[in-house]
């Protein structure tokens, strides 16, 4: 633990990237799976609930225009 605190900002920055990668790829195999097992959804301490959502955006430099 002591060896992460003494390694420089670009080394430490380059280890989060690759450990967010890592549970990224995680958390899509695991998401994959509770979708494909509903009958599989609930943990020892936390249920899985499937959801969707959509999102409207307003583009709003779209409309300025600066000369």
Same mark, same amino acid.
């Given at each position: 633990?002591?060896?992460? /605190?003494?390694? *420089?900002?670009? !080394? $430490?920055?380059?280890?989060?990237?690759?450990?967010?990668?890592?549970?990224?790829?995680?958390?899509?195999?695991?998401?994959?799976? /509770?979708?494909? *097992?509903?009958? !599989? $959804?609930?943990?020892?301490?936390?249920?899985?609930?499937?959801?969707?959502?959509?999102?409207?955006?307003?583009?709003?430099?779209?409309?300025?225009?600066?000369?």
């Amino acid at each position: 633990m002591n060896n992460l /605190l003494n390694r *420089h900002p670009a !080394d $430490r920055l380059a280890d989060v990237r690759a450990e967010l990668k890592r549970l990224e790829e995680e958390e899509a195999k695991l998401r994959g799976y /509770l979708l494909e *097992h509903s009958e !599989d $959804r609930a943990g020892q301490e936390h249920v899985a609930i499937v959801g969707s959502q959509s999102r409207r955006r307003v583009d709003l430099s779209a409309g300025c225009a600066t000369h």
